[in-house]
């Protein structure tokens, strides 16, 4: 019998879903942006995807790196790079799905968050697809303290940038992307709230 976690790691179930439902196609040219030290990462490396990655923690990427040498060493080195989201240097249009698991909510404010997303949308290709999860207000309003902007004091006691659904539906229209799925948000015990949002870039 196959043991699912080590087939699949530790995959986020949502993005999990994106791929059995072929909106991430095999062999696609994924990045995994924010990338961690890599959870995403494991069954794109095994399953032979062109996978790319980049965070701002050094370390982080050299776990990555390790791992990309372990599961798919064929992959160039330069694919894995320290940087930010917001100053990314892979070209325009490079690449077939950005990921960005759990990332956004770390945005300073809202100049940074649009930072974030134009410089992911940018290197995503015509047709291709943006996945990210990310805290939100939603579902939980009455329970978030704002501290300033999109700011707030989470239950769990975290400070995170939060996004609701117009903004999110307002940031979507601006990209001119089209809702791969509506959002969806989970709450988590009264804690946080974390919505899923994905995108389709158009093809023309």
Request: charged share 25%; hydrophobic share 40%; glycine share 8%.
């Amino acid at each position: 019998m196959t043991d699912l976690q080590d087939e699949f790691g530790k995959l986020d179930i949502y993005l999990f879903d994106q791929l059995l439902r072929g909106n991430i196609r095999p062999g696609a040219a994924v990045l995994d942006a924010g990338c961690g030290n890599g959870r995403n990462l494991e069954y794109l490396l095994k399953a032979g995807f062109d996978v790319f990655a980049v965070d701002r923690d050094r370390d982080c990427v050299g776990e990555v790196l390790t791992l990309a040498a372990a599961l798919a060493p064929d992959l160039p080195q330069e694919n894995f790079r320290v940087g930010t989201i917001e100053s990314m240097t892979f070209p325009d249009t490079s690449m077939d799905a950005v990921v960005a698991s759990a990332v956004l909510h770390f945005a300073r404010d809202d100049d940074q968050f649009h930072d974030m997303v134009s410089s992911m949308w940018r290197i995503l290709r015509p047709g291709g697809l943006f996945f990210s999860r990310l805290a939100s207000t939603i579902g939980m309003e009455s329970r978030m303290t704002q501290v300033s902007g999109r700011r707030f004091f989470l239950p769990d006691g975290t400070e995170r940038y939060l996004v609701d659904e117009p903004f999110l539906m307002e940031t979507t229209s601006a990209l001119g992307g089209t809702l791969v799925d509506p959002l969806k948000t989970t709450v988590v015990q009264n804690q946080r709230s974390m919505t899923t949002w994905v995108l389709r870039k158009s093809s023309l």
